[in-house]
């Protein structure tokens, strides 16, 4: 396997990713008409506002097992012997 699937693997969240199969697509495309061109720079745009979306969710979702946390500590019960 090549150097560069392993390393777009590690970095499948992020928005590296997308730019660099964005660079991919466009050593392909460079004899190729405009509208193609567009067009994989459209897919990098897409690409980005995906992986800005999912690290927002798993923001979101840190929060609330933060604040979980937070609840289930306040409920200890005290003893009948504790003040």
Known sequence: RAHSDVYFEKERFSKVACTFT???EQKK???KPA???AEIKSNK???EKKKE???K???K???KKK???KKKKKKKKKKKGEH
Do not use: V
């Open 61 to 63: 979702k840190k929060k």
């Open 67 to 69: 604040k979980k946390k």
């Open 22 to 24: 964005f660079k991919k």
């Open 35 to 37: 509208s193609k061109k």
């Open 45 to 47: 745009q897409e690409c």
């Open 53 to 55: 979306k999912k690290r």
């Open 29 to 31: 495309s460079k004899n």
């Open 57 to 59: 969710k798993r923001k």
